[in-house]
């Protein structure tokens, strides 16, 4: 009996041992498996307060949370009220979304809903809903499908060498943070430490609209402040006066600056054009384009306005259309540098450099600045120079660095020109040399065998010299002062004062040389206190005690006339004759006569 006892004993014990090994079997098999799909559970039934976790390749951490779970298939579980949070490297939490309800796959770690999204980045900084989304763990990667809006508080902009929590509006510079930046878009995608807003994108601050089909931010950490933004396709951006379009335009918040490709163009109030590349400075409000650069713009005539254009006040405003390879505007200063052609209805200016300064406001030019190989057309008028200053309200023009310049049929030189292009009145100086027709029956050449003949017959077509330190052109009136002297293949005219009188067509009427008048020409000089031509009745007048010297006679008068039309020429009042021998015969016959 004790021996059946035992053995009772012994059977009873192992089934005992049996019965734990069987329970802790079950146990490791249950706790296990807990361990094992700790992150991602096998939803068998209903769960409340659901959560599970995944990590991407880069080591950022997804935690999603839900009110409630139940499976819907072997591996989706419809999860109500979730509530997923990205968490990066530091723990710190960089994206929180929120939504009424979404169907998460087990395996594939996909969370997806049509339902309505609430997205939370930048410390709450930047807040995004939308309708219809995507959430891929394994990739951190969101995707919102309809209807997006983001609301971006601007210190979310700031850069990592800001100061003052001082932020930056996506249009302009401003160092205000109260301001929020609204930004609708069809779609929305996160991912990489990317943000890209998808077609029929507005972006809308306290300073313009920007309108484009791809929007992409660049975030820096810690806390996805943007660093980068980067609009694409379609670019149109609207501030105050000025709207700027183009095919591409990226803002860098280190810089403060928006760089437009792909053909940009603007316009700004009455300014518009275009160019391969345009950076606008948003701190500075500078304007900065290069390449193929295209402006018009209206401003008042600067080489010349029409005589009948009235005063400046009541000028019709011309377009003028200019290009160049650089162009930089500030508000206060347009600047145009490389291959300036400037155009407009009445002329053109080329140059290396043109600058045009506005008046305070930035609306209206004040001064025009050409400089470096200055060439300035109008009509048949041309002047060259190395600089050339134009003073809209006073309608003066300034050119320097010895200009070359022809107005109308006055070509000539000198070290500078002072031009009134409305009126073409113009002033040269510093040594001026112009250069005109010969006028018909200015010769002076005597035949020395005749007293009445004129040895030379006038060729027309022939150029004249005139030679002074400056010249004063008005009206119908060109005066030459100081040093003045006339060179023409005949002969030389100095004195100290000529006036050029024309009439129709330019052409020479009168001419009146005064002071110191010297006239020489081939065997012959005069001197007198003055010369009077008129082209009319073709008599050239020599008054003020007026002396001829030939080889062989020297005249002496109260006047000389000389008479083109037949070549000869008569004494006025008293004259004197004096015969000149050959000087070796040292003697000299005098004729003295009363006329």
């Known amino acids: 009996m004790g021996r059946d006892h035992r053995k009772n004993g012994s059977m009873k014990s192992a089934r005992l041992k049996f019965r734990i090994g069987l329970f802790l079997l079950a146990a490791l098999l249950f706790f296990g498996g807990l361990a094992k799909n700790a992150a991602q559970p096998a939803i068998g039934g209903r769960i409340r307060n659901f959560q599970t976790f995944a990590n991407d390749r880069q080591g950022k951490r997804t935690v999603l949370r839900g009110k409630d779970a139940k499976n819907v298939s072997r591996d989706v579980a419809e999860i109500i009220g979730p509530r997923l949070e990205s968490v990066n490297e530091s723990n710190q939490v960089t994206l929180t979304i929120e939504a009424p309800q979404c169907f998460y796959n087990n395996q594939t770690q996909i969370a997806t809903s049509a339902e309505n999204i609430s997205l939370k980045m930048g410390g709450g900084r930047v807040s995004i809903t939308g309708r219809g989304w995507t959430w891929a763990a394994g990739e ?72 484009c089909r791809t929007l992409r931010a660049k975030l820096i950490q810690p806390g996805n402040k943007i660093e980068r933004i980067e609009a694409d396709e379609d670019v149109r951006i609207v501030q105050k006066g000025t709207v700027a379009t183009g095919g591409r335009a990226v803002y860098l918040m280190s810089d403060d600056e928006i760089m437009m490709t792909n053909s940009p163009a603007w316009k700004m109030e009455d300014k518009e054009g275009t160019s391969d590349s345009l950076v606008l400075n948003r701190k500075s409000n500078h304007l900065h384009t290069a390449g193929h650069v295209y402006m018009k713009l209206p401003l008042s005539s600067v080489l010349t306005n029409g005589l009948d254009s009235g005063a400046i006040s009541n000028r019709v405003t011309n377009v003028v259309e200019i290009t160049s390879q650089v162009f930089d505007y500030d508000q206060k200063l347009a600047v145009y540098r490389g291959d300036v052609h400037a155009k407009e209805t009445q002329g053109t200016i080329d140059s290396e450099l043109l600058t045009i300064y506005f008046a305070p406001g930035g609306s209206r030019p004040e001064r025009i600045v050409a400089e470096t190989n200055v060439t300035m057309v109008r009509g048949d008028s041309r002047v060259q120079g190395s600089k050339a200053t134009y003073e809209i309200q006073s309608d003066l023009l300034r050119v320097e660095g010895a200009p070359k310049w022809q107005i109308g049929d006055k070509h000539g030189e000198s070290t500078f020109l002072v031009l009134l292009p ?15 027709s010969k006028v018909p029956g200015m010769s002076l050449v ?128 008293k004259y004197r004759i004096e015969m000149l021998r050959p000087p070796e015969s040292r003697r000299t016959n005098e004729i003295r006569s009363k006329s």
């Open 140 to 211: 951190s990667r969101l995707v919102i499908s309809n209807a997006v809006v983001a609301v971006i508080d601007k210190q979310a902009l700031q850069t990592p060498q800001a100061t003052n929590n001082i932020g930056a509006s996506l249009l302009t510079g401003t160092n205000k943070v109260s301001d929020d930046i609204h930004i609708s878009s069809t779609g929305f995608e996160y991912q990489a430490d990317t943000i890209t807003f998808r077609e029929q994108v507005i972006v809308t601050d306290v300073q313009g609209v920007l309108n």
């Open 422 to 436: 409305r009126t073409q009145e113009f002033q040269a100086g510093g040594g001026v040399h112009m250069t005109i």
């Open 446 to 573: 005597m035949d020395s065998g005749s007293r009445s003949n004129l040895a030379s017959q006038t060729r027309t077509n022939e150029l004249m010299d005139v030679f002074a330190d400056r010249l004063d052109h008005k009206d119908n009136l060109s005066i030459f002062e100081n040093a003045v002297r006339i060179n023409d293949p005949e002969g030389e005219i100095r004195c100290e004062f000529l006036v050029i009188s024309t009439g129709a067509s330019n052409q020479v009427t009168q001419i009146v040389a005064d002071k110191n008048v010297v006239i020489t020409q081939t065997n012959m000089v005069t001197r007198s206190d003055r010369a009077f031509y008129t082209l009319t009745n073709g008599i050239v007048e020599l008054t003020g005690s007026p002396k001829l010297k030939a080889p062989d006679r020297l005249l002496t008068a109260d006047v000389f006339l000389l008479n083109r039309s037949n070549n000869t020429f008569k004494t006025r009042g």
